[in-house]
């Protein structure tokens, strides 16, 4: 139930790796958002390492740490006027 937040999404690559970030907007409330993706990253950490912090006033950060493939995954949930903004990150590591 998410939709792109205009002007928010970015891609870039280096030499040394790739970064892609995309803005959402969700009218559910950020834990729910935060559940959501908890839920999908959990279901992906087998052999990786997962980081869950929250804030206690809506904010949330999320990050699946992929040590062997030289990847990770970041969501960033914090509360807007009406539902939840989310940043989702992903960076690959192509130095050796």
Known sequence: GT??????????TTPEGSSVTVGL????APDKV???YRNKLKAL???KQLLD???GDGRY??????????????VHVQKA????????????????
């Open 45 to 47: 950490a087998e052999g």
């Open 61 to 74: 950060t999320l990050m699946l740490a992929d040590e062997k493939n030289k990847g990770a995954i970041q």
């Open 25 to 28: 907007h969700s009218d559910d």
């Open 81 to 96: 006027d009406k539902g939840a903004d989310i940043q989702i990150v992903s960076t690959h590591s192509t130095a050796k």
């Open 34 to 36: 935060a559940t959501f």
């Open 3 to 12: 939709k792109p937040a205009q002007g928010q999404s970015t891609r870039m």
């Open 53 to 55: 912090m929250s804030s």
